[in-house]
């Protein structure tokens, strides 16, 4: 059998709610959007009720629209006669009918305008579905027009398809719109247009995943998508023009500020004497006050990172404070929050709540310095934050880590790891080659953590004293003698090392074989001061 093509398919109650004359009607109750809709009926009696035929929009005029019980009576009829859905005028329509409506999961829309009016121009758009998605197109390109931003586009997307989700992704990413449109599932079918940028370069993607019960729908709604590809494209660049700018100004702002901390002039000079540069008012820093700098960084950094990235995160970070600063600095991004409180944090927690998907999505990490005056304050609050995202590494994406909660065992987090561990492959390749080489690791640890205590040992590990002296005697078979003085700080430091490569998340390509093994504990779990206690991370609140 063919497919009818898009353009004469009936139409749906979903689309003609985008078109007047039910474009400003009120929708009483909508029981399925995707009813396709045949033919439209005026309906002035009862017997003409009891003659429409299935998928009819009914229009109750005269005698079927006196409110009360005919209302209820016609409701009931429309019921019977598998309508497709009710329009009535308002001064007839009350709660009661509602309920009713809703009890039957019927369609009732209620209108001011005139019902013969309102039959006729909805007879016509039924009649020719193709014309009247040419005005539904032409009245959401209108809507389109008035939107600057990325996100005002996906949101009129949304607003206009209503019941089927659409997303704007850039590679893996959804950087606005609702993320059910990528949610795979047998309920729903995706439809995804591709969204060029300059020179035809692939960009990002429009996805939307429409019902598996509104199939018809596939056609109009790749329509719409395609539709909203040139207001997006204009959101975008007008996004990065302005991000640009800005981020020129920061950057270069920024860098004066560095070097007149480490001007050497100044160093000797207390905080209080550095005068603040008052062009930096020009840009809406406030530096004479308190300055809480954020440092922002993936988990596994690799150079400076794409510019792509900063425009991405930097956007997700501004969203709710815009008027932060934010700086791409090697291997992360800098910003900070000015304030005449120092301990005022409510507008950071805010910022941080709000960056957390972010954060996780792109495998970030955020350290938080504390609050110092001035500008050399800021630098000594920025090398603060950037310790405490080194710590925050440990507890994988999406982890937030503050200064002040960071002691002396911060200086394991800036250990070279890797480097170490890759050590263990030359000296210990018993160990190395062993199956259950994990539990022995983190069994060891957890021992030298505790001191030597084998029952705090076992308590923080979840098994038994006899096992934890099980293994290790078996590290030790394998040579791991954790318990010779010569050895102990130098097995302490591996031990470290092989677990705390461990985390979470799938290890990135090139790591060693052992970075997979799964830690049977926490690098936060040993006591203040141990070698695996660098610190108190926790995810964003």
């Not at 997307?157 to 719109?177: K, T």
């Not at 994990?438 to 705090?456: F, P, R």
Request: proline fraction near 7%; include cysteine.
């Amino acid at each position: 059998m063919t497919r009818p093509r898009g353009s004469t398919l009936p139409i749906t109650l979903a689309e003609l709610l985008r078109i007047e004359p039910l474009a400003s009607a009120a929708v009483r109750q909508l029981a399925e959007p995707a009813r396709a809709v045949e033919q439209v009926i005026l309906a002035e009696t009862f017997d003409r009720l009891r003659r429409s035929t299935p998928h009819s929009l009914i229009v109750l005029h005269a005698e079927a629209a006196t409110g009360g019980w005919s209302l209820a009576a016609a409701l009931h009829l429309a019921w019977e006669r598998n309508a497709s859905a009710v329009v009535v005028s308002r001064s007839v329509a009350g709660p009661s009918s509602t309920a009713l409506a809703q009890r039957l999961q019927m369609s009732l829309f209620v209108t001011d305008a005139d019902p013969v009016d309102v039959a006729l121009r909805l007879a016509g758009q039924i009649s020719a579905p193709a014309a009247a998605r040419a005005l539904r197109q032409a009245v959401f390109a209108e809507r389109l027009s008035e939107q600057t931003s990325i996100r005002n586009v996906l949101g009129v997307l949304n607003s206009e398809l209503d019941s089927v989700p659409v997303a704007l992704v850039v590679g893996d990413v959804v950087v606005a719109g609702r993320a059910a449109a990528v949610a795979e599932g047998a309920d729903q079918v995706q439809v995804s247009v591709d969204v060029h940028g300059p020179g035809e370069r692939p960009w990002g993607r429009l996805v939307a995943a429409v019902p598996a019960r509104m199939p018809a729908a596939a056609q109009q709604i790749e329509a719409l998508l395609r539709l909203a590809r040139p207001t997006l494209l204009a959101a975008w660049a007008h996004t990065r023009l302005n991000s640009s700018q800005r981020a020129a100004h920061d950057q270069a702002a920024f860098g004066l500020l560095r070097k007149l901390a480490t001007d050497p002039a100044h160093i000797d000079r207390m905080e209080a004497e550095v005068d603040t540069p008052p062009w930096t008012s020009e840009l809406g820093w406030r530096l004479e006050v308190f300055n809480r700098a954020v440092w922002l960084t993936p988990v596994r950094p690799s150079g400076e990172p794409p510019e792509q990235l900063t425009h991405l995160v930097g956007a997700a970070w501004q969203r709710s404070r815009p008027t932060w600063p934010f700086v791409a600095e090697r291997d992360g991004w800098i910003s900070w929050h000015s304030t005449s409180d120092a301990d005022d944090v409510a507008a950071l927690r805010g910022a941080l709540s709000g960056f957390r998907d972010t954060a996780v999505a792109h495998r970030l990490v955020v350290g938080i310095g504390r609050a110092h005056p001035g500008v050399p304050g800021l630098m000594r609050s920025l090398a603060e934050a950037r310790l405490a995202a080194q710590v925050a590494r440990e507890a994988g994406p999406g982890a937030v880590q503050w200064f002040d909660q960071v002691g002396a065992p911060a200086a394991l987090a800036w250990l070279p790891t890797t480097e170490i561990a890759q050590v263990a492959d030359l000296c210990l390749v018993d160990l190395m080659a062993a199956k259950d080489r994990a539990a022995l690791v983190d069994t060891v640890l957890a021992v030298l953590d505790c001191g030597g205590s084998l029952s705090q040992a076992s308590q923080r590990l979840g098994v038994h004293r006899n096992t934890v002296l099980t293994r290790l005697a078996r590290a030790r078979q394998l040579g791991l003698a954790f318990d010779d003085p010569a050895q102990r700080l130098a097995l302490h430091v591996l031990c470290y090392a092989l677990a705390s490569l461990e985390t979470p998340a799938t290890p990135q390509s090139g790591e060693p074989a052992h970075s997979t093994a799964n830690r049977a504990g926490s690098p936060t779990a040993g006591p203040p001061g141990a070698p695996s206690g660098v610190g108190h991370s926790s995810p964003m609140p």
